[in-house]
């Protein structure tokens, strides 16, 4: 059967549910606004390891592993596991879900690893290959900061339009049956390359690739953003969110009523010294997990576009120059 | 429809057909003994680039364009692009992939990339999400030593352990609709830790990924390894051949009639100086699109089951004194 609808949409034939969600997130995020949505707020950001990327992987295995008991399941029960994160060949993933024995497929598309994990775990489950699967994402601010930018050490100054890489995991288990909210469609973004050459402005690289997948998902299911109670991207940030209203304006769409974003969510703008706001695997995943499904669960929000964003760098690529590519995927979750 | 089986296996029921593939290699490779089977052997490792990196993107740029060209088809038919490589954040992928503006999944598997790109690429074809699927992996020995080892410059010695990175592409296109050969099943692996720290003796580390793969796939179908024409691993090379055989051995399973690795195929062992054969997640992906796929065309081979196997450290993991996981995935390819 054909489920697929226009350019880049699936229609899920039998939705998903969201069975159970759960997030862990570092210290400085349990001093955020969101402080009370999350599950665990560690006081130590090395979560009782030596180092940043064990750190991040010991988060990963906790989430996990909260969120399978959330669900009132067993870590067999478990058909697949998909994980992407921000540190160098996914090794937060690949370390924090390898003591779980689990059939794992590693994804990566830096901060929009938790569309994919949604958009590609509802499409196992409703395709009939698993009766349960897990997605997770995540990032630690101090493996981010050393992988992509400075090490800490240094002090080095931020810029203004930098964002501040998210402590946290979030982590989702999807389920043939269950009471909901559903996954009933998703968009998969193409990578969009506008030219941007500045590390420390992902919003302005993302915003765009936003805009593509947004517009293409309005087009494929003939709806407008007010069909949606929230549109709510994954870390574009103040500045990335500002160039995306006006993108979107340009386009004829207007999203000043709906429009949200994790990344300006998840701290205190004023308070944290946070520049542009959230960023990382970790911000829209523990936001979703934490905050956003929870407003859904007390039906504040009933249909939501769920709309992660990531910036497909390198260090590598940065340091030659290269532009940065992006990417987002749109997610329709929707209370019954 | 429940497709899934036994512990880790689905069994399509519409499978996918292989409508086309193409493989793109550096000059090396084409020295080897499989050079009359790949589509290009690039004269220039740079593949006219100015960067490795950017080497291995336009690698990848080609060889998926080929693919599409030899499938008769256009991008634009293309509904998932799937792609994997070895490069810190999947930048061959993300760079080799960003100007053809199609719905996008970044894999990481590490040398295990072409059988997750197939194995999904699988499910979203025979679930319905699309008609066709493009999985692509890439690897770059350049590229590969400087990320994992050391400059090249250096020159320095390798240990007789160690595998050569094969600079090559392997791409894929699935459809609905076809002439086979066709993508019947497949086994999604399990990360495996056995304690291996030698960054140089990647065999090792996945060789256990291998079998456990192998014997959950044989339990879970009900077969034993004579159900296959041929078994062929990734990227074990001659140490991790060797071990395989042994543990499978123990297990109870005889891989010894028809047990062969990519990374053993791939180049001349005693006259292109490889020590333990060819590793990186082009190995496997240009051997199956290049050489494999021909075999099967020919019908020499009917039956193959194919298990491409990826170590999952990164270069800060294996510094800070960590294990080495591996995974492998295992997909069964048939003639009618």
Redesign the interface.
Known sequence: ????IGR?T?KFANPPSVLAAASVVGPKEGEGPLCDFFDVVSPDVLFGM??W??AESEMVRRTAALAVQKAGLHMEDI??MLA?DL?????GS??G??S???????????CSAMG?GLG?GA??V??????YVLASASSHFCGAEKTFRFPLELGTQRPPTAGWTVTGCGTVVLAAQGNGPYITAAT????V?MGITDANNMGAAMAPAAVDVLINHFKDLNVGPSHYDAIITGDLGFIGRDLLLALMDDAGYDLHKNLGDCGMLIYDRAGQDVHAGGSGCGCSAAVFAGYLLDRMKKREINRLLFVPTGA??????VQ?G?TM?A?AHAVVIENK
Do not use: C, W
Not at 1 to 4: F, H, L, N, S, T
Not at 100 to 110: E, K
């Open positions: 059967m054909k489920k697929y880049q699936v030596e180092s990327e064990m058909r697949y992407g540190l160098s060949h996914n090794s690949n370390f879900m390898r779980f024995g689990r059939p794992f497929f590693g994804l990566y598309g830096a994919k590609l499409m196992l409703d395709g009939g290959y698993a009766e998969t973004g193409v990578i390359d497909l760098h390198s260090v590598a690529t030659q290269e590519p990417i």
